[in-house]
């Protein structure tokens, strides 16, 4: 019976293991001070998340923590049957140890002004592509799901080169992807 025990627990360790997110390489001579000069950014395609009309944005705090770690806000706001909800995501993030360019990122969660529900996520990220200016992309994994998001100075389209030639040097087809392209966040906001 403990050898049944034993194996069923080794099975379920190595599934866990094996489908566990491998972070891509980040951009070569990353330059954090320049990347975390870029104070607002906008999510306009996402890999694996369902589409929906939500706009995500970015801010980052110029300044960087006396620990090396660097804070961000993000900000996710949407509508469902025309009531505006929004997320609050206060996170701050840690360069891994020999890795430039990828972090290990926590984050608390707040659902609304007035509601006092407040959980944290844990994740890891990696810059794999950026001008430190107009845009970013980053693979994300958390313990439930990976995904690549697409981040831009602003949120019409795909309108920067780098983004285009990056994923056509790659070959992957940008148009596959969850698009947040067709949603004007001045108007979810209001």
Same mark, same amino acid.
């Given at each position: 019976? @403990?050898?049944?025990?034993?194996?069923?627990?080794?099975?379920?360790?190595?599934? /866990? !293991?094996?489908?566990?997110?491998?972070?891509?390489?980040?951009?070569?001579?990353?330059?954090?001070?320049?990347?975390?000069? /870029?104070?607002?950014?906008?999510?306009?395609?996402?890999?694996?998340?369902?589409?929906?009309?939500?706009? #995500?944005?970015?801010?980052? #705090?110029?300044?960087?923590?006396?620990?090396?770690?660097?804070?961000? #806000?993000?900000?996710?706001?949407?509508?469902?049957?025309?009531?505006?909800?929004?997320?609050?995501?206060?996170?701050?993030?840690?360069?891994?140890?020999?890795?430039?360019?990828?972090?290990?990122?926590?984050?608390?969660?707040?659902?609304?002004?007035?509601?006092?529900?407040?959980? @944290?996520?844990?994740?890891?990220?990696?810059?794999?592509?950026?001008?430190?200016?107009?845009?970013?992309?980053?693979?994300?994994?958390?313990?439930?799901?990976?995904?690549?998001? /697409?981040?831009?100075?602003?949120?019409?389209?795909?309108?920067?080169?780098?983004?285009?030639?990056? !994923? @056509?040097?790659?070959?992957?087809?940008?148009?596959?992807?969850?698009? #947040?392209?067709?949603?004007?966040?001045?108007?979810?906001?209001?």
């Amino acid at each position: 019976m @403990k050898m049944i025990i034993a194996v069923t627990f080794l099975g379920i360790l190595m599934h /866990v !293991f094996a489908e566990k997110c491998e972070l891509l390489p980040a951009v070569d001579k990353f330059d954090s001070d320049r990347y975390f000069s /870029v104070l607002h950014l906008f999510v306009t395609h996402s890999k694996n998340e369902p589409k929906q009309q939500v706009c #995500r944005e970015y801010e980052t #705090r110029k300044k960087k923590n006396k620990d090396g770690t660097s804070s961000t #806000r993000m900000l996710k706001v949407y509508k469902i049957g025309g009531k505006l909800h929004k997320t609050v995501l206060n996170c701050i993030k840690t360069p891994k140890r020999g890795s430039e360019g990828q972090f290990s990122v926590k984050c608390e969660v707040k659902v609304a002004k007035n509601v006092n529900i407040k959980n @944290k996520v844990q994740l890891e990220l990696s810059v794999i592509a950026t001008d430190y200016r107009d845009y970013a992309l980053l693979p994300i994994c958390t313990e439930k799901k990976d995904n690549i998001l /697409v981040l831009q100075s602003h949120n019409k389209g795909i309108g920067h080169s780098g983004v285009q030639k990056y !994923f @056509k040097a790659k070959g992957r087809p940008l148009d596959q992807w969850n698009s #947040r392209t067709t949603v004007n966040c001045d108007d979810v906001k209001n």
